[in-house]
């Protein structure tokens, strides 16, 4: 990876409510935005459910993974969130390359990264650094 | 509405804490919610999601007394504003964690669409059975507050 290079992005068709209700009982959150679309729009939220962060985040984490070669390359990140996204959105998380430097473990990787609505806003927007991916035999 | 004073008091605030050990099935099922691929066989590093559950149903509070200790609850639309993981080491299935807690910094701000509101940093540490840091998580909550 040089620096300016774009990471693969991830696309998520279609953010899936049912995905949410996962997520709210891994997290035991009680917050009803992510589980019933009237009280999203007693928020002032719009008339869908509304993703966890975590969810966000989480897309945005897998295509690091994938740009790194793993799961376990991937050393830090940290995000924004910027907008909200709802049942039913399309989102791409991508990235791009500003630095590669040689770290404790090796090569690094630092990124910035972001996670879009199409058609909408910026969801999220952040920084990641990764373990350079491993040479392919 | 808690006081700008009461809320700078809680920097420094440790939560309780607590042990944690990834089970198997929650790195499966946060893959599913993140559209990841599954661990194959032999692997036990978890997605990088998973720090933010382990981290967060660890301090020893539910999530709505974390609220409660800033003075919010969750009718009133607490927010997740930002979110850091930094890993020393990936975290695995299996390992025992020893789960830290405290209150890293607060700050009221105003804003003119916004009205009133507050932000609160957690730092959370996740030291393995070497005793070693192997991640720290820092969530920043955002609290809307209408006075």
Known sequence: ?137 | MITEDELSALVGRRLPGGRARIEPYVDWLTRDVVGAPQRAPGEDAVHPAVAFLVAQGNVGLELEEVFALFGARSQDGPMLGEWSVDFTRPLRTGVDYDVTCEVAGVARKRGARTGVFDLATVEIGLDGPDRARHATVRPTYVFPRRS
């Open chain 1, 1 to 137: 990876m040089n620096v300016g290079d774009a990471l693969p992005e991830l696309v998520v068709e279609s953010v899936d409510p049912e995905r949410m209700k996962t997520m709210a009982a891994l997290l035991r959150d009680p917050n009803m935005i992510h589980l019933e679309p009237g009280e999203a729009a007693r928020h002032g939220l719009g008339d869908r459910v509304v993703n966890q962060g975590p969810i966000n985040m989480g897309y945005v984490q897998t295509m690091l993974a994938r740009a790194a070669g793993g799961v376990d390359r991937v050393r830090a990140t940290s995000f924004r969130f910027l907008a909200n996204v709802h049942a039913g959105d399309r989102v791409v998380a991508g990235g791009t390359v500003t630095a590669v430097r040689q770290g404790d473990g090796g090569e690094e990787i630092d990124c910035e990264v972001w996670l879009d609505v199409t058609g909408g806003a910026r969801a999220l927007s952040g920084t990641a650094t990764l373990l350079a991916p491993p040479p392919t035999p």
